[in-house]
C-alpha cells in the first residue's frame, strides 16, 4: 500500500497532539491533585461527589453550630453553679439566724446573694446573653440589685425570648438551656417576700421575731424548692451539654466519612499519575523526532 | 532517408511525452504538503502511423480518488464538524459551574448557603450570621443565573455562528456552480471542487455525485440539490423560536434568491451548522429546563419553608417571599437582603409571639439540604457535566474516524516522494535516451550528407 507524505505527516503530527495532550492531562492531574477538571469527566460519579461535598459542607456547619451551643450551654451551666452556691449560702444564712436568733447579718447576705444571682443570670459570651432565650441581644434581668428587685414587678423583672432550642446536627434540635425566668423566678420572688416581709414583720436586726422566726423557716423551706428547681435545670442543661458534644463528634464523624468518599473520588493516584507522566514524555519526544524526520523529507540531495 | 525522419519523429515524440511527464512530476513533488491536491499520473499511449510514424502520446490525468472513501470521508466530516459545534457549546456552559472543588455550581452554592442557615439557627441573635446566610442564599441563586445565561448566551452564540456559516455554506455553493462551468477544461479547477466540496461537507451533511467530465452535483441528505451543473441555492437561517434552515433556489444570471423557501432543518443533521441547529434546538432548552427546574424547586421549597418563620415579635408567618421569582430569574428578597434584620428565622407555635428569633425557621431552611430539590440541583449540574463529557468523546472519536478516511483518501490520491523520485528518474533516463536517438540520426544524416 502507497502512503502519501502528507498523509504520513498527518498521522505522525496527530500522535505527537496525542502524546503532549495526554501529558498536560497529568500535569493537570499533579498540581491539582485532582483525577479530572470537570464534572463531566466524573461521569456519574459527579452526582456522588456533589452529594459528598454538601454532607461535608453541612456538617462542618453544623460542627460548628454544636461547638457554639456546647460554649453556651457550659456557660450557663458555669451561671447555674454561681446561682446554686449564692442558693445554698442563703440557706446557710438563714440556719445560722434561726440558731443564734440573731438577725443582724441577714439582709447584707440575701443582697449579696441577689446581685451574685443578677450578675450570673446577665453573663454574656461573645456578646450573646445566654439566659436571654432566643433573644440573647440585651441583659435577661433589669434589676441590678435587691432594692430593685422588690419595687419591680416579677413580669417585668425579665427581659428575654422564646426558650431556646438550638440546631446542632441535620434535622436535630436539642435545648438551649433555661432562661434567667427559668433559673431564677422564684429566687426573685423570694426576695421579693423578704422585702415585703421587711416591711410587714419589722425590719429584721438584732434578735428575731416569734412572726420573724416563723418566716425564716417557711423561707428555708421553699429555699430547699427553688434550689431543687434549679438542681433540676441543671441537669437538664448537662444532658443538652452531652447532647451537643456528641453532635460534635457526630458531625465530624460524618464530615471525615463523606471526606473520605469525596477523595476516593476525586483525588489522583500521584504515583500513577507520574509514571504516566513519565511515558507521555518519551511518547511525545518519539513522536517530536519522527515529524522532525518526516518532515526534513526532500528530493533536492538526490538532483 | 524515409526511415531516419521515422525515427526522428519517433524520438521526438519520446522527448516531449517524457518532458510532460518531468513536468508532471514536478508538480507532484511541489504540491507534496498541498491538502487538497491529487497527483498527477502520466499515462503513455503507443501513437503509431504504419510506415511513417511509431511514437508515444501521454495524458497527464489526476489521481482519482476512492469515491467510497471520498464521500465516507465527507460524512465524517460533517459528524464531526456537528459534533464540535455540539461539544464546545456544551463544554462552555458546563464552564459556568466552574471546576469541582471550586464549589462555584449551584448545588455546591446551595449546599454552602444551607450550612450558614444551619450556623445562624445556633447564633440567631447574630445579625453577621443573619448576612452571611443570606448572602450565601443571593449567590446559590447567582450560580442558577450564572448558569441560565451562560446557556442562553451559547444560544445566542449559536445563531451569529449559523447566520455566518450559512454565509459561508452560500459562497461555496456559488463557487462549486461556477467550477462545474470549467472543470472540464481545467485540471486546477477539479482541486478547487474537491476543496470547496470538503469545506461545505463540515459545514453541513451532504451528498455529491460526479460525472465522467469531472463535475459534481451537491445535494442534501435527501436529495434536493444544492448546487450542481445547472444552478445553485442559497441557504437561510431563522432564528428565534424555530430555529429554522431553508433552502432556495438562485438565478444564477441575477444572484436574485427565490421567495420560495423549503424547510430542510430535519434533513441538516450534520456539519458545523446541523450541530449548531441541533445544539440551540435539542441540547441547549433540555439543560435549560433542568437548570431551571431545579432553581424553581429550591425557590418553592425556601419560599414554602420560609412561609412558615416569623420576625421578631410577630404573631404570624413571614408574608414575604424569601426568594423572589420574576422574569424567570431568581434573587433574596431585596429588602431583607438590604435589611439581614428581617429575616424571619423564628418558628412561632399556637399563635404565641415568635418573638424572640428562636433559630429553629433557620434550622428548618439548613434541613432543606437534604430535600428532593437539593438532589435535582445536584442531578443538573451532574446532567451538563454529563452532556459536555458525551459530547466530547464523541467528537474526538469523530475527529479520528474523520482523520483515519482523510489519510486513506491521501494514501490514494496524495503523493508519494519516494514514488516521484523514482519516477523522475524514469522520465529522465527516458528523456536522455530519446535524446541520444535524435543526436545519432543527426549523426546518420551527417554521414549521408557528406556521401553526397
Given at each position: 500500500m502507497r502512503v502519501s507524505d502528507l498523509g504520513l505527516q498527518q498521522i505522525l503530527f496527530q500522535g505527537f497532539q496525542q502524546a503532549q495532550g495526554a501529558a498536560q492531562t497529568r500535569q493537570i492531574q499533579l498540581s491539582?491533585?485532582?483525577?479530572?477538571?470537570?464534572?463531566g469527566e466524573y461521569g456519574a460519579d459527579a452526582l456522588r461527589l456533589i452529594s459528598a461535598e454538601g454532607v461535608v459542607t453541612r456538617a462542618n456547619a453544623f460542627e460548628t453550630a454544636a461547638s457554639a451551643a456546647l460554649t453556651r450551654l457550659e456557660t450557663q451551666g458555669v451561671g447555674l453553679e454561681l446561682i446554686g452556691e449564692a442558693i445554698n449560702e442563703l440557706r446557710a444564712t438563714f440556719s445560722r439566724t434561726l440558731a443564734t436568733g440573731?438577725?443582724?447579718l441577714l439582709f447584707p447576705d440575701i443582697e449579696n446573694a441577689a446581685q451574685r444571682t443578677v450578675a450570673a443570670l446577665n453573663v454574656d459570651f461573645g456578646g450573646v446573653f445566654v439566659f436571654g432565650g432566643a433573644d440573647g441581644t440585651t441583659p435577661p434581668v433589669t434589676a441590678a440589685t435587691l432594692e430593685e428587685i422588690a419595687a419591680t414587678p416579677l413580669s417585668s423583672l425579665f427581659n428575654e425570648g422564646d426558650r431556646l432550642n438550638l440546631a446542632v446536627e441535620e434535622g436535630v434540635f436539642i435545648d438551649g438551656g433555661p432562661r434567667a425566668s427559668d433559673a431564677a423566678s422564684g429566687l426573685f420572688a423570694e426576695f421579693q417576700t423578704f422585702a415585703e416581709a421587711q416591711e410587714a414583720l419589722g425590719p429584721f436586726s438584732g434578735n428575731l421575731t416569734d412572726e420573724q422566726r416563723a418566716f425564716l423557716v417557711d423561707a428555708a423551706s421553699r429555699l430547699g424548692a427553688i434550689s431543687d428547681a434549679l438542681i433540676q435545670e441543671q441537669g437538664l442543661s448537662a444532658l443538652a451539654q452531652g447532647q451537643a458534644a456528641d453532635a460534635v463528634e457526630r458531625n465530624a464523624r460524618a464530615r471525615d466519612l463523606a471526606e473520605i468518599v469525596a477523595a476516593d473520588i476525586e483525588d489522583v493516584d500521584i504515583a500513577e499519575a507520574l509514571s504516566l507522566l513519565n511515558q507521555d514524555q518519551l511518547a511525545i519526544q518519539a513522536s517530536a523526532q519522527a515529524l522532525a524526520q518526516a518532515t526534513q523529507l526532500s528530493l533536492l540531495n538526490f538532483i | 532517408m524515409g526511415g531516419l525522419t521515422v525515427a526522428l519523429n519517433t524520438a521526438l515524440s519520446g522527448l516531449f511525452a517524457h518532458q510532460q511527464a518531468i513536468a508532471a512530476t514536478s508538480e507532484n513533488i511541489a504540491n507534496?504538503?498541498?491538502?487538497d491536491f491529487s497527483r498527477r499520473e502520466a499515462n503513455f499511449f503507443t501513437d503509431a502511423i504504419p510506415n511513417q510514424f511509431a511514437g508515444v502520446s501521454v495524458e497527464i490525468a489526476r489521481a482519482g480518488s476512492n469515491r467510497f472513501l471520498q464521500s465516507a470521508g465527507f460524512a465524517a466530516q460533517a459528524d464531526a464538524g456537528a459534533l464540535n459545534a455540539i461539544a464546545d457549546a456544551l463544554a462552555n456552559v458546563e464552564a459556568s459551574l466552574g471546576a469541582p472543588g471550586d464549589n462555584l455550581d449551584f448545588a455546591n452554592a446551595l449546599n454552602e448557603a444551607y450550612a450558614s442557615f444551619a450556623q445562624l439557627s445556633a447564633a440567631p441573635n447574630s445579625i453577621a450570621a443573619r448576612a452571611v446566610a443570606i448572602a450565601d442564599l443571593d449567590a446559590a441563586f447567582n450560580a442558577f443565573s450564572r448558569t441560565l445565561d451562560a446557556i442562553d448566551s451559547e444560544v445566542s452564540a449559536s445563531d451569529a455562528r449559523i447566520e455566518t456559516q450559512t454565509a459561508r455554506a452560500n459562497a461555496l455553493l456559488e463557487n462549486i456552480f461556477i467550477l462545474n462551468q470549467i472543470v472540464s477544461d481545467e485540471g486546477g479547477a477539479g482541486d478547487a471542487i474537491d476543496a470547496a466540496v470538503r469545506e461545505l461537507s463540515t459545514l453541513l451533511n451532504i451528498s455529491v455525485s460526479r460525472a465522467d467530465d469531472g463535475r459534481v452535483t451537491v445535494a442534501t441528505a435527501?436529495?434536493?440539490?444544492?448546487?450542481g451543473p445547472g444552478g445553485f441555492s442559497a441557504l437561510s437561517f431563522a432564528g428565534g423560536v424555530s430555529g429554522q434552515i431553508a433552502l432556495a433556489n438562485v438565478d444564477p444570471e441575477t444572484g436574485v434568491v427565490s421567495?420560495?423557501?423549503?424547510?430542510?432543518t430535519a434533513v441538516v443533521t450534520a456539519g458545523e451548522i446541523g450541530g449548531l441547529v441541533q445544539v440551540r434546538n435539542s441540547e441547549l432548552p433540555v439543560l435549560r429546563a433542568a437548570v431551571a427546574n431545579a432553581a424553581q424547586l429550591t425557590a418553592d421549597d425556601i419560599n414554602n419553608a420560609y412561609a412558615l418563620n416569623a420576625s421578631v415579635g410577630a404573631t404570624g408567618p413571614a408574608t414575604t417571599p424569601l426568594i423572589v421569582v420574576a422574569n424567570g430569574g431568581f434573587s433574596v428578597n431585596a429588602s431583607i437582603a438590604a435589611d439581614p434584620a428581617q429575616l424571619a428565622i423564628a418558628r412561632p407555635t399556637a399563635g404565641q409571639p415568635g418573638g424572640a428569633n428562636d433559630g429553629s425557621g433557620a434550622g428548618a431552611i439548613a434541613a432543606l439540604g437534604d430535600a428532593p430539590s437539593a438532589g435535582t440541583a445536584a442531578d443538573a449540574v451532574t446532567q451538563i457535566g454529563a452532556a459536555s463529557q458525551i459530547a466530547g468523546e464523541r467528537r474526538a472519536a469523530a475527529e479520528v474516524f474523520a482523520n483515519d478516511l482523510e489519510t486513506r483518501r491521501l494514501s490514494e490520491s496524495g503523493v508519494n516522494l519516494d514514488e516521484e523520485l523514482s519516477n523522475l528518474i524514469l522520465f529522465q533516463r527516458a528523456y536522455n535516451a530519446n535524446a541520444r536517438v535524435i543526436a545519432a540520426v543527426d549523426e546518420l544524416y551527417q554521414t549521408v550528407l557528406n556521401i553526397l
Open positions: 491539582s491533585g485532582d483525577e479530572f477538571q470537570t464534572y440573731n438577725a443582724e | 507534496v504538503n498541498s491538502a435527501d436529495g434536493q440539490v444544492l448546487a421567495s420560495a423557501q423549503t424547510d430542510i
